[in-house]
């Protein structure tokens, strides 16, 4: 009985602790996911000033 009993708390323990692994799993993929959505945002941002800098410049050079 004590065995079955603690071989089923140690399932338990597994459970859980594999539990807080894929919950920490999620949290990190998610953090990863923020930082490239942020990282690819300032690179369309800075695709669009150096475009407008470049029609800028193009304009200029038309004056």
């Known amino acids: 009985l004590i065995a079955c ?3 089923k708390y140690s399932l338990y323990r ?3 602790n594999l539990n ?3 919950n920490v ?3 990190y993929t998610s ?3 923020k930082r490239t959505h942020q990282a690819l945002h ?3 941002y800075q695709k ?3 475009n407008i800098i470049q029609i800028y410049i193009f304009l200029e050079g038309q004056l």
């Open 5 to 7: 009993l603690l071989m």
């Open 14 to 16: 597994l459970f859980y």
């Open 20 to 22: 807080d692994l894929i």
């Open 25 to 27: 799993g999620r949290l």
């Open 31 to 33: 953090r990863v996911e």
């Open 42 to 44: 300032s690179y369309h």
């Open 48 to 50: 669009l000033e150096l």
